[in-house]
């Protein structure tokens, strides 16, 4: 069954501080990974991760993929308060139908 | 200004009674999608579209309805709703260009109380 973990399911940190939030899959036929960001509204888009691009900067944010061991993780250096919401991990794929399956999301929250 | 757009923003109707939540978006999107958000389950795809008049089942499709007869409108209709479809939903669009895997953008959510 095609499914996405995210750890830990939440997290609490000082400003200034790193974090590096997890994303493992099993996804048949996997064709990218995003990540989002989700405040108390929609979710906005951060990255996108697929076999030609498994790597991606901006800013104090950054991503890598490892398609070997299936996993992604999101590292944001110098916390925030901004930084304090849900980031959310899909996963995006094809088996019959194309699947785009999110992960439970990890709740940030970034105290000053 | 490029945007998803979804009516009514919030909605609390009884069991039974038919409703229909619109979605809308005006970047030539092939690609719309719906999804429910409850606590602990993080969002689940409904039903996506590929371009008018293809659509097909995510994971969660029992008790839903949708249409794409016009390419910048995706309706979701809930025929006969009930408590368990009390929720959060987004409606989503994306490009197609390589696959349906690219970067959606989200409308601001329609949160449906059904008692």
New interface residues.
């Given amino acids: 069954e095609d499914k996405v973990v995210q750890s830990p399911l939440s997290l609490v940190v000082h400003e200034g501080d790193t974090v590096t939030l997890n994303c493992s899959y099993e996804v048949t036929n996997f064709r990218s990974l995003l990540w989002y960001k989700q405040e108390k509204k929609a979710p906005t888009f951060l990255f996108m991760l697929t076999s030609s691009g498994i790597e991606k900067k901006s800013g104090r944010l950054s991503s890598i993929l490892d398609k070997k061991e299936l996993f992604s993780i999101l590292n944001i250096t110098a916390t925030q308060t901004g930084d304090s919401a849900i980031y959310l991990c899909a996963v995006g794929g094809f088996s019959g139908t194309y699947k785009y399956i999110f992960g439970t999301g990890t709740r940030l929250k970034v105290l000053a | 200004e490029a945007q998803v757009t979804q009516n009514p923003r919030y909605l609390i109707t009884v069991t039974g009674k038919k409703l229909t939540v619109t979605c809308s978006q005006n970047m030539n999107h092939e690609y719309m999608?719906w999804?429910r958000q409850d606590p602990?389950?993080?969002?689940?795809?409904i039903y996506?579209s590929?371009n008018v008049e293809v659509t097909?089942?995510?994971?969660v499709p029992e008790g839903y309805k949708v249409s794409r007869k016009e390419k910048r409108n995706f309706p979701l209709i809930l025929e006969s709703p009930s408590p368990n479809q009390t929720s959060l939903y987004?409606c989503a669009s994306s490009q197609t260009s390589g696959?349906?895997?690219?970067?959606?953008?989200?409308?601001?959510?329609t949160r449906l109380t059904v008692l």
Wanted: charged share 20%; hydrophobic share 25%; net charge negative.
């Fill in positions: 999608s999804y602990g389950l993080g969002l689940r795809q996506y590929m097909d089942k995510g994971d987004f696959g349906p895997y690219n970067e959606q953008f989200f409308g601001p959510g």
